[in-house]
């Protein structure tokens, strides 16, 4: 697509249950990222992907985080055994650019997950 | 990591007045930064960039200003308009993991 698209626009899950976001970056974007943003306060890192190279997981808040992206295209972000403080606003950015490149960051419109 | 997990401040002036906002960074390895601005319900959208070998870049209406020495960065906005209200967000390259806290932008008319 023209942009970068993510799904479910909302979500509205259990405590405890698993839930799947999935983001569908702008066609030939080697990066990926996910960020989170709680109501009213900054975007707060998760994940990035960089074409072939492991990606960099170092702003996943806990092992129940996890994330995946298949064929360096479709990222898949995972939170096992949710808990109400995951609820946010979930959102996921490609780019064309990495490493020693530059590029504007293009976001999707969010997943917005609230956990009850 | 270093994650901002702030409440925004906010900026509050008056329509037709100039805003500046600003952001400071702690990577001095930082090389190249971004403004973001988020509507409410939207994800960032891209304003205005900047490589750390320039100290200025002019947009439309907008000018991001670049201090290495004390890493700081702001971004002015000419003219504020009620469409400029929202969140901004700065973004550095070298520090790719942590956008600024961000500013909320309040116009009022």
């Known amino acids: 697509g023209a942009g970068v698209s993510q799904s479910p626009s909302n979500k509205v899950t259990e405590k405890g249950k698993d839930v799947e976001l999935r983001c569908d970056p702008i066609s030939g974007h080697t990066a990926l990222y996910w960020y989170r943003q709680s109501l009213g306060q900054g975007l707060e890192f998760l994940i990035y992907f960089q074409g072939n190279s492991a990606p960099d997981k170092s702003g996943l808040p806990s092992d129940r985080f996890s994330a995946e992206r298949t064929g360096g295209s479709v990222s898949t972000l995972t939170i096992q055994r949710t808990q109400q403080e995951d609820s946010a606003v979930y959102l996921c950015a490609s780019s064309s650019g990495g490493g020693t490149l530059r590029g504007e960051l293009f976001f999707g419109e969010g997943s917005r997950l609230t956990v009850l | ?109």
């Not at chain 2, 090389?31 to 939207?42: H, N, P, R, V």
């Not at chain 2, 000419?78 to 993991?97: I, R």
Request: with cysteine; hydrophobic share 35%; aromatic share 10%.
């Open chain 2, 1 to 109: 990591g270093e994650n901002v997990g702030l409440h925004l401040p906010t900026l509050s002036v008056q329509e037709g007045d100039n805003s500046i906002i600003n952001c400071a960074y702690s990577n001095s390895a930082s090389d190249y930064f971004i403004w973001y601005k988020q509507e409410s319900g939207k994800g960032p959208q891209f304003i205005i960039d900047i490589r750390s070998n320039m100290d200025k870049r002019q947009g439309q209406r907008v000018t991001v200003l670049l201090n290495k020495t004390v890493k700081h960065l702001s971004l002015q906005i000419a003219a504020t308009q009620p469409g400029d209200s929202a969140v901004y967000f700065c973004w550095g390259y070298g520090n790719k993991l942590v956008f600024g806290a961000g500013t909320i932008l309040r116009v009022k008319s």
